[in-house]
Structure formats: structure tokens, C-alpha cells
């Protein structure tokens, strides 16, 4: 296996599935069965989870909510997610770790770098919920950050497209895929990868994104054998 430790970064949006919101089962299902192909190879799993879902921080000023009011909001509905995410894999056999930004002790452990580590090291897959803590920092800065603290190989961003594109492949048909990208060129095309926090600190402490459908069947296996998915910026 080409990485011994992944920071796994899905979004809230693909748990909806074809629902307008919330979440649907057979995604769930469907991302357990994946997750578990790599877990088999003895890779080491760690999770963030978006909620956008259930709610998104940054839409709230539109409805007239406070934005750190709203952003405390969005941090809830990621443990909502990863509850669910975590109940789905441990139904497969798989034993994991849930860890909070915020503390809510019923329901999980609040996050301590030595000890999400510890788990990893265990074989527990470890999901990271509520964000940092703190508002104005997005899931995409989170799993950068959390990668980053637990000395993951590579951040792998589980998207609806298969990678990164000159454009947006669901509106202009004629976008085209990049396979590699360095941070340098992502920044001078503009590309919309993940938020610049989150970016810039992948940038700074080295740390490769593998951006790649998560959908389709067998790709996440394929990127921990080291076979060209998706669009890799390094």
C-alpha cells in the first residue's frame, strides 16, 4: 500500500445521495463498504466529515442568523453526520473513535491530539466532528489541520467529480481534468480546491490532497495502492 495513514475529508452534501437533505442509508452503506476495503489493508483512518446537509455555517447570515452563531450551528450537524458515519462502520465490523472540537462527553471523547493517535495506532478509525471548535474555520481547514496533527501520508477530498477541472465539468462540458497540480499552479489558476486556510497550511507543512470521486465503487481503494485517481496537488 502506497500510504500507511490517510486523513479521509468527505462532504455533508454527498451523504444526501439523491435526497434534497439529510441523509441517505445507502450512501452510508455504500461509503462503509469502501472505508473498509482500505481498513482490510491495515491502513490507518482518520476522518472529517462536513455537514452542509443538515447545515451550512456560511449560509446563515442569509436567514438573519449571528455567522459564529451559525457556525456553532454547522459544527452540530458534522457530529449529527459523523454519528451516522460512525454507527455504518461499526456495523461492518470496524472499530472507530469518535472525537469533538466541542465537548459533548455522552456522545464523544473531546479531541486530544496524543490520544486520536493513539487510537490510530490501535486500528481504530478516528472521526474528527464539530470542526476546530471555533468559528470561521471550515471542515476543508479541520481535516488539513487534523492531517497535519496526526502526521497523515496524504489528505484525500472525497468529492462528486473525479478530480479537478479547468472548469466546472457539471456546467461547461468541455473542462478537462488535471492529474497533477502543484500548489504553486492551483493557486495562479484560481482553482477552488479547498478554502486558502486549509490550502496554505497543506502548502506550508507539505502535505499532499488527492481530490477524487468518492462515488464510484473502488477508487479510494485504488488511491491507497498508489494507481492514478483523481487530480493530486503536491
Known amino acids: 500500500m502506497k500510504y500507511k495513514r490517510i486523513l479521509l475529508k468527505l462532504s455533508g452534501e454527498a451523504l444526501m445521495g439523491k435526497n434534497q437533505y439529510g441523509i441517505d442509508p445507502n450512501r452510508l452503506e ?7 476495503k482500505v481498513k482490510d489493508e491495515g491502513v490507518e483512518i482518520a476522518i472529517v466529515i462536513g455537514g452542509g446537509n443538515i447545515f451550512r455555517g456560511v449560509d446563515s447570515e442569509r436567514s438573519g442568523i449571528d455567522r459564529v452563531q451559525g457556525d456553532y450551528m454547522g459544527m452540530l450537524a458534522t457530529v449529527i453526520n459523523a454519528m451516522a458515519l460512525q454507527s455504518s462502520l461499526e456495523k461492518h465490523g470496524m472499530y472507530t473513535r469518535l472525537m469533538s472540537g466541542i465537548k459533548m462527553e455522552q456522545v464523544c471523547e473531546p479531541f486530544i491530539k496524543r490520544r486520536a493517535v493513539r487510537h490510530l495506532e490501535k486500528g481504530r478509525i478516528v472521526i474528527f466532528g464539530a470542526g476546530i471548535g471555533n468559528p470561521y474555520f471550515t471542515t476543508d481547514s479541520t481535516a488539513s489541520l487534523r492531517a ?50 486549509a490550502f496554505t497550511l497543506c502548502q506550508e507543512n507539505n502535505l499532499p490532497i488527492i481530490v477524487f470521486d468518492m462515488n464510484k465503487p473502488g477508487n479510494l481503494y485504488s488511491i491507497i495502492k498508489g494507481e492514478k485517481t483523481g487530480t493530486l496537488i503536491n
Not at 185 to 190: I, L, P, Q, T
Open 30 to 36: 455504500q461509503y462503509a463498504i469502501e472505508i473498509k
Open 148 to 197: 497535519i496533527e496526526m502526521h497523515a501520508d496524504v489528505v484525500l477530498k472525497g468529492t462528486r467529480v473525479d478530480g479537478v477541472y479547468t472548469a466546472d465539468p457539471e456546467k461547461d462540458p468541455s473542462a478537462t481534468r488535471y492529474s497533477v497540480l502543484s500548489f504553486q499552479e492551483a493557486y495562479e489558476k484560481g482553482l477552488s480546491i479547498m478554502d486558502m486556510t
